[in-house]
Structure formats: structure tokens, C-alpha cells
């Protein structure tokens, strides 16, 4: 470790790493604050991580391994709340968090997840003088680029334009994230570092088909592809039940993660999914597995033949560098973090988002020509181990972190006028955040 460890809180207000993967709301956001904040603690430094508490039974502090917690704030029910509908719950959550860092502890660097804790970040940045980082893992101009009927209040975008601005550095995850915050935000591109994402080389590893199928109770030899992630329709699920229904050759598609038998927000996109595999002819070759922990992920990957992530879009996606993990050869879209992670005819096939026909072609592809597909499975693996490991992600953000402390906090032209904490906003279309 290169200089003096350092104190640092991590904000994920919605996204716990405590959280199964695949469950409402939980996703890669959730592995990265988990996997970031273990790696840093491996390193020497102590890392918080501050969570909003949906669980009353929860403990207040829970330790994931030495110098790393995970610490529960009270801020609405502690119950679950759609990501959608908790920015109002955020001036409470910022002022437990100061309260905390008034009366105990201080941190060296704030770094925010998305753009709720990006919120909580300024007012620490303001009465702290803490530098702060940013991480959106998605943006909301680039989300209503591709879903018109964003549920998120409007006031999201003035938010994340003042995080562009007053953060001292701002981290995008992959070369389309850059350029998106650019394109659409005007972002000071000195603010800007791109830190991917990583997988854990212990967690994830090849192991035997043979042996995961027997683990799993998959019988036979048929054609297998999986799709592991959030049950919603981004993801693209749908277009895979249709390739599926395209292949001339014999194939089944295991579905891992959602609630599917739980109701809950992913209920009704597991119900659209059955009926849709009905109609087209596959139900009886999808198979809806639901939530798997972590621990289980890795024979799930390695049961399969290919993986599939074929979303509308993707800030960054995880599960094809877990894929890759395995041995498995990825099929994904030509989007986002995906076109970044995968290299095409090396790595996986890259495909067009929303196009069943030629997702078809290319797990056809896959399915008539193994050992290519076990050369891109192996390719894979040597990219993630080389570039994409958690310990490599984690150097590149203490890098980021030193930066900014070396530096001082940038200064600032102008200031942040926030919501009083415990005040409500007066309309979705209102502005918390504003600049004068």
C-alpha cells in the first residue's frame, strides 16, 4: 500500500451490499460498493458504507470483514421504497450522516453512488470541507434517452449537473460514460476518471459443465444459455425468450434473478415473461430460477454454454465480466459498458439491442461451433483477470482519491442552495438543487 491508509465513507443510498442480487432494486451498483469497499479494506483503509435501512430488524452497524461495515440509516420506513420515490427521504438521510461525522467520526473522501448520495455528498462537502466523488452508475438524461416514461422526479437532471460541477472528481465507469457526461451534461473533463468495474477471482472461477449441470439438477446435454440480472424490461429478457424461439436446434434458457414468486416490482415482468414464452413456444424450455445467492452464481454460470445480456442499455453491466469469470463465452449488446467489456469475435459476439433475429444468428453461431466458443470463454477470463479485478479497481480509485486530497477541493464558483433537512419537495417537476 502506497501512503497512509485512509478513512473513507462510501454512500449507496438504495443499494445495499448486503442486498441478493437479483432482488428488487438490487443489481450491479450493489456489487460494486460490496466488492470496492472489501477490497480497500484489504488494502489497509477503513471503509463505511452508509445504506438507507428498509429492514427494522437490520442491526445499525453490521461488519462485512475487518476495517469494512456497513452502516443502517434511518431515513422513511424502514421498509423497502422504489428507488423512484426516495429523494425526498434524503435531507433525513444527511443529516444522520452528519450528525455522525459532528459527534464521531471524520472520513478523508466521501464517494457517492448514484445520484441520490451524490445529494447527501454535497451538503457533507459543504459543512465538512470533505472532498467528494461521484459515481452515477446511470444517468437520468441517458435514461430517458431509452425509457420516455421515467418514473425519476425531474429535478434528477438538475442534480447531476450540479454533482458534474461541484464534485471534486467524477468516475466513468466505461469510455460511453465518459462521453455521455460530456455529450449531454457539458462535464469538465479534468473532473473526469474512468474506473471500471471487477470481479472477485476468488468468488467466480471456472468449473466442470458436467459437474455444475449435476450440481444444479439440469439434465441432458441440450444447447444452454443463461441471463442472470434484475428482472426488468431494460434488460431485454424478452428478446432473448424471442431468439430463443427463433433457433432451429434445440436449446433451453435459464432466467436467474427477480422475485418471480415473491410479487413485488419485479412480479409483473416475471408474469409478461411467462406469458410471453407461452406465446412464442419456449415455455417449457425457460426456466424461471429466481433469486440465487452470490456464493451459488458461479455454477450457474458455469452450467451454461453462453451468456446473454441484451439490454436497451447499460452504464456498465457486471454479470458479462462475471461470465467471463467462468470461462463462458457472452453475447451481448452493442451498448454502453457491454461494447467496452466484450470484444467482439474475441471475447463474445456483440449484437444489436432489440434484435431477436440476430441474436438468434449468433447463439447459433456458439451452438454449431464449440471450440470457438470455449477459445472465447478462455479469452474471456485472461481479459478479466488481467484488467477487471477488484484489487485493480480499487488501486485506480485510491489513486483518484489521493488525487483529489493532494489537491485540495477544487474551488468552487458557485454555491448549492439545498432543502432543509426534513422539508418535502413541492412537485415532481421542482428543483431541490439549484444554483444562484
Same mark, same amino acid.
Given at each position: 500500500m502506497t501512503g497512509a491508509p485512509l478513512r473513507i465513507a462510501l454512500i449507496s443510498e438504495h443499494a445495499s451490499p448486503l442486498a441478493s442480487l437479483g432482488s428488487v432494486d438490487a443489481g450491479g451498483q450493489n456489487t460494486y460498493v460490496a466488492n470496492i469497499a472489501k477490497a480497500l479494506a484489504m488494502q489497509g483503509?477503513?471503509?463505511?458504507?452508509?445504506?438507507r435501512r428498509d429492514d427494522r430488524d437490520m442491526p445499525t452497524v453490521v461488519d462485512m470483514r475487518p476495517?469494512?461495515?456497513?452502516?443502517?440509516?434511518?431515513?422513511?420506513?424502514?421498509s423497502f421504497v422504489a428507488k423512484e420515490c426516495m429523494l425526498e427521504l434524503m435531507p433525513a438521510f444527511a443529516s444522520q450522516m452528519a450528525a455522525l461525522m459532528r459527534h464521531s467520526v471524520g472520513y478523508d473522501v466521501v464517494h457517492a453512488n448514484f445520484f441520490m448520495s451524490g445529494w447527501v455528498g454535497l451538503r457533507l462537502q459543504d459543512e465538512f470541507d470533505v472532498p467528494l466523488v461521484t459515481t452515477f452508475h446511470a444517468l437520468g438524461l441517458v435514461? !430517458? @434517452?431509452?425509457?420516455?416514461?421515467? /418514473?425519476?422526479?425531474?429535478? #434528477?437532471?438538475?442534480?447531476?449537473?450540479?454533482?458534474?460541477?461541484?464534485?471534486?472528481a467524477v468516475i466513468a465507469e466505461c469510455p460511453q460514460d465518459r462521453l455521455d457526461?460530456?455529450?449531454?451534461?457539458?462535464?469538465?473533463?479534468?473532473?473526469?476518471?474512468?474506473?471500471?468495474?471487477?470481479?472477485? !477471482? @476468488?468468488?467466480?472461477?471456472?468449473? /466442470?459443465?458436467?459437474?455444475? #449441470?449435476?450440481?444444479?439438477?439440469l439434465h441432458g446435454d441440450a444447447?444452454?444459455?443463461?441471463?442472470?440480472?434484475?428482472?426488468?424490461?431494460?434488460?431485454?429478457?424478452?428478446?432473448?425468450?424471442r431468439a430463443l424461439a427463433l433457433l432451429d436446434a434445440p436449446a433451453r434458457l435459464l432466467v436467474v434473478g427477480g422475485d418471480a414468486d415473491k410479487g413485488g416490482g419485479t412480479a409483473a415482468e416475471a408474469k409478461r415473461l411467462r406469458r410471453l414464452a407461452l406465446e412464442c413456444g419456449v415455455r417449457s424450455r425457460v426456466d424461471f430460477v429466481g433469486q440465487r445467492s452470490r456464493a451459488e452464481l458461479r455454477w450457474w454460470y458455469s452450467a451454461a454454454d453462453v451468456f446473454v445480456s441484451t439490454p436497451w442499455y447499460e452504464p456498465f453491466g457486471?454479470?458479462?465480466?462475471?461470465?467471463?469469470?467462468?470461462?463462458?463465452?457472452?453475447?451481448g449488446a452493442d451498448v454502453g459498458g457491454i461494447k467496452y467489456s466484450v470484444i467482439d469475435g474475441v471475447t463474445g459476439l456483440l449484437v444489436p439491442p432489440r434484435d431477436p433475429r440476430a441474436l438468434a444468428a449468433s447463439l447459433a453461431y456458439v451452438d454449431a461451433h464449440p471450440e470457438v466458443a470455449r477459445a472465447m470463454g478462455l479469452a474471456g477470463l485472461r481479459r478479466v483477470?488481467?484488467?477487471?479485478?477488484?484489487?485493480?479497481?480499487?488501486?485506480?480509485?485510491?489513486?483518484?482519491y489521493r488525487a483529489v486530497l493532494t489537491r485540495g477541493r477544487t474551488r468552487r464558483r458557485r454555491s448549492l442552495r439545498l432543502v432543509p433537512a426534513g422539508s418535502t419537495f413541492a412537485s415532481s417537476t421542482g428543483v431541490m438543487a439549484c444554483l444562484h
Open positions: 483503509h477503513q471503509v463505511d458504507i452508509f445504506t476495517g469494512c461495515r456497513v452502516i443502517h440509516v434511518d431515513a422513511g420506513p424502514p435514461r !430517458r @434517452e431509452h425509457q420516455p416514461d421515467d /418514473a425519476f422526479p425531474a429535478s #434528477r437532471i438538475g442534480i447531476e449537473r450540479v454533482l458534474m460541477q461541484r464534485s471534486d457526461m460530456v455529450r449531454l451534461y457539458g462535464a469538465d473533463t479534468d473532473r473526469l476518471h474512468t474506473v471500471a468495474c471487477g470481479i472477485d !477471482r @476468488e468468488e467466480l472461477a471456472p468449473l /466442470a459443465r458436467e459437474t455444475a #449441470r449435476q450440481r444444479l439438477g444447447f444452454t444459455v443463461l441471463q442472470l440480472g434484475r428482472m426488468v424490461p431494460r434488460k431485454g429478457i424478452d428478446n432473448v425468450i457486471i454479470t458479462p465480466l462475471e461470465a467471463m469469470a467462468c470461462a463462458l463465452p457472452v453475447i483477470r488481467t484488467e477487471f479485478t477488484w484489487e485493480r479497481i480499487a488501486a485506480q480509485l485510491l489513486e483518484v
